[in-house]
């Protein structure tokens, strides 16, 4: 016997109300699009180096993203994986354009990411794209469990 949707049992810690992931979530996807678009110009403008600037306009990032989770803390519970789909889509438009960057500098056989000494790339890219991927991939990973152990609704 099939339950209809309104006679299932909705999960303990489902909001009454549900908003919807496309309304919620698109700014966020085009807002870290552009920012990542526009940093990866400015970093290219400059020669390709990952310095102080580089950094600082990682930041921006980093503050853009804290600002739409304060901004949409109300509706981020009201859809099911909403706080999981906004860590996704940041930590995919964020490493994607450093790593698209970093591929398209190895293709053009770039100086920029030959290392000195003993590392094999220079150490400000080999953190910007293997380290900053490899370490937010932990959280990420940490964040997935609690949100499927919650079912996907986070308080």
Not at 35 to 46: D, E, F, H, S, T
Not at 59 to 75: A, K, N, P
Not at 109 to 138: E, Y
Request: aromatic fraction near 10%; include cysteine; charge should be neutral.
């Amino acid at each position: 016997m099939m339950l209809s949707e309104s006679s299932a049992r909705r999960p303990h810690n489902q909001p009454s109300e549900v908003m919807s992931a496309t309304a919620l979530l698109m700014p966020l996807a085009v807002g870290m699009v552009g920012l990542c678009l526009g940093m990866q110009a400015v970093i290219a403008a400059r020669g390709s180096e990952i310095d102080l600037l580089a950094l600082a306009l990682v930041g921006t990032v980093v503050l853009f993203y804290f600002g739409f989770l304060v901004w949409r803390r109300d509706e981020l519970p009201k859809v099911r994986f909403g706080s999981l789909a906004a860590h996704a889509v940041t930590y995919v438009v964020v490493n994607g354009s450093f790593q698209l960057h970093a591929w398209s500098l190895a293709m053009a056989n770039s100086d920029v990411l030959r290392g000195d000494g003993d590392l094999p790339i220079d150490g400000g890219w080999l953190g910007i794209t293997f380290g900053m991927a490899g370490f937010w991939a932990i959280g990420f990973a940490a964040h997935a469990v609690a949100s499927i152990r919650q079912r996907g609704f986070e308080k």
